[in-house]
């Protein structure tokens, strides 16, 4: 998975946001996967009793990183609002984002952790201080060299992803350039931070990684306001260096600590023909086939969207903040929860169970991201006034923030189903088939992008987002149709009862707000009260309308939440 770039979201490049998650999270697969490299043989069929803790850890990081990941963007938008200046700065910070996504992001759980779990037996542990002494050299070097080469190129780096801003306002670019060479030593610390924290995943040292990038958004949200009188948006800048050295130094820190416990200690070293390393090389060498045509998109979206006008960056980001909450939080959860069981039936060749488990997550995932959609749209307005709407953020830049969403929101319907269909093809051990059709509807995105820009600006790249997502999304599930066969009438049914139940609770939810918003004052109070109001009777519609229509998913969720509150 990656970590940033685009302005949309899909499986292959989650989060789109590269603030919101800066560290990738390990998939409940690679954790198992750790774990019994730990249990002995004849008790590896039994639970790891650390797995829950170690599962609850990352999931209490991702929920504390994406809260302060949040409060950090209402900190950038009561500060500096929507200007150009925050569409530079977003163009900027892309830099060590890409590079990272490239270099770290696709490569540490695609080679780097399994490589290095071959090694963490205690009989072995000499030798996993030495490829680990081999990785931490080499990466040391190889993102020394990088930063100093994109140090020199930054003008041009600048050039490739925003020279449409000298369509609006000249100043842009240069400052573009001066934030690019400010940001990138945040490339090395990013970098390593990756790499110790792949280290720390073998280790099953969870502890530290999962609190890292809660702490890299502190940067910001510290930064900004302290700093913004005297280096204006600049300030922002210092706030990812201090956020990216945190996260070095909580790794760091702790990897040394782990040396100190058990007697060893690394030193600078080489050795290229180590099988380690050379399987890390193999295994890396298709995903950076990916990250590359990834890469592409990313630079190739902020490149049109500079020319669409010098706000533009912001106002996408910020409707991607949107709408990335409700993704990360449910779909993404659900898939990463099926992903191991769904393994396991692969495993035994049990497609019937397969199969099943497929569909109610689908199911799962609809059932929840529905009125999470029609919540988004309908009430969108007070739900970026009340976010967004703070200092410098003008209520125009609402306007056009809850317009680039509404359109978002149809891309988000499809990259919500498309989540778990991925994760069921990886739990087959196919991840060709979904980086293939990642090119394809890149190739969509690229067609629809030059098809609408003219006639619709940045509006026209939100809709190529979308068209992306939908793409993959179809085409992701005629393919697995295809392999496994048709999922069960009761995906179908189901799936037709909850979009009724949306659609009905999107009438009643528009009628109230049609009543309300009269009555209300435009200000924090009335915001919250439309909210509050609005949302619960919402809630409550949508559950009554799933319960007449017979839609056992809601019963399933209601057991889960008392679970999780006992």
Known sequence: MRRGGGTGLSPSNYPLNPFLAPLPTPSCATILRMADTTLPQEIQSEPNPSLARNAGLISLGNVASRVLGLLREMVIATWFGATGEVSAFRVASLAPTIVYDFLIGGMLSAALVPTLSEYIQPARRGEFVRVISMVISLFVVLLALLLLVLELLAPQVATLMASGFDKWDPTLLPLTVRMIRLILPAIWFFGMAGVLTGILYALQ?????????????LGIIV????????????????????????????????????????????????????????????????????????????????????????????????????????????????????????????????????????????????????????????????????????????????????????????????????????????????????????????????????????????????????????????????????????????????????????VGMAAVLYVVRLFLQPQLPLNLLGDLLNLAISGSVGVLVYAFLLQQLGVRELQDVVRMVVARLR
């Open 223 to 502: 930064a900004a306001p302290l700093l913004a009188g005297r280096f204006g948006v600049t300030s922002l800048v210092v706030g990812i260096l201090l956020g990216s050295l945190a996260q070095f130094a909580m790794m760091a820190w702790d990897l040394r600590h782990w040396l100190r416990t058990v007697g060893h200690a690394m030193r600078f070293q080489f050795d290229w023909h180590h099988p380690a390393l050379r399987k890390i090389v193999v295994l890396y060498i298709p995903i950076a086939g990916i990250e590359l045509v990834s890469s592409f998109q990313v630079g190739l979206d902020r490149r049109l969207a500079s020319g669409s006008g010098e706000r533009s960056i912001a106002w996408m980001q910020n409707a991607t903040t949107l709408q990335q909450l409700p993704l990360g939080l449910i779909s993404v959860a659900i898939a990463l929860a099926a992903l191991p069981r769904l393994s396991q039936h692969f495993a035994n060749h049990n497609e019937a169970a397969y199969r099943a488990t497929l569909g109610r997550g689908l199911r799962t995932v609809l059932l929840l991201i529905a009125p999470a959609a029609v919540g988004l749209y309908l009430l969108g307005e007070p739900i970026t006034r009340l976010i967004f709407e703070h200092g410098l953020f003008l209520p125009t830049d609402t306007a056009q923030v809850v317009s680039a969403l509404h359109i978002y929101l149809v891309g988000m319907l499809f990259a919500a189903i498309d989540f778990p269909l991925n994760y069921a093809f990886y739990a087959r051990n196919n991840t060709l088939g979904p980086a293939l059709v990642g090119v394809l509807s890149v190739g969509v995105y690229v067609v629809v992008a030059f098809a609408l820009l003219d006639s619709l600006g940045y509006h026209g790249l939100i809709w190529a987002d979308s068209a992306k997502q939908a793409s993959h999304a179809l085409v992701m599930l005629l393919l697995l149709t295809w392999r496994v066969g048709r999922l069960n009438a009761r995906t179908l049914t189901s799936g037709l009862a909850i979009l009724a139940a949306a």
């Open 205 to 217: 040292r969870f502890t530290f990684p999962a609190l890292s990038s809660a702490v890299y958004n």
